[in-house]
């Protein structure tokens, strides 16, 4: 069974950080590219970060660059993204997705571009 199990997130005050991790099972995650997406109250997907499959390309949307780092851990299979300088526009359902063999391109996507997804976590940033 193919599982994308989020942690990590929770309320933190503006300028905090925190950390999400996305543990994969099911699936050979070495093969596959990992993004990040969120949905805000309200509002669509919004793709914020992908690592290709490897590990060797890493991209982040303009919303969250020099903020937010991804990074994975093959053989803990799990992907993670450190969020700092957290601002409350960053309040949202966060999602883990993977693709096979590919890196999420900035548009042209949507949820059914993803082989596999998570369940999300949520992160509320407010003081």
């Known amino acids: 069974e193919v599982q994308l199990v989020e942690s990590g997130g929770g309320l933190v005050q503006p300028g905090g950080s925190l950390r999400l991790s996305c543990a994969a099972s099911?699936?050979?995650?070495?093969?596959?590219?990992m993004s990040w997406v969120r949905q805000a109250p309200g509002k669509g997907l919004e793709w914020i970060s992908g690592?290709?499959?490897?590990?060797?390309?890493?991209d982040y949307a303009d919303s969250v660059k020099d903020r937010f780092t991804i990074s994975q851990d093959n053989a803990k299979n799990t992907v993670y993204l450190q969020m700092n300088s957290l601002k409350p526009e960053d309040t949202a359902m966060y999602y883990c997705?993977?693709?096979?063999?590919?890196?999420?391109?900035?548009?042209?996507?949507?949820?059914?571009?993803?082989?596999?997804w998570g369940q999300g976590a949520q992160v509320t940033v407010s003081s």
């Open positions: 997705a993977a693709k096979l063999s590919r890196l999420c391109p900035r548009s042209n996507w949507d949820h059914s571009w993803f082989d596999y």
């Open positions: 690592i290709s499959n490897g590990g060797l390309n890493k």
């Open positions: 099911g699936f050979i995650f070495s093969n596959f590219g």
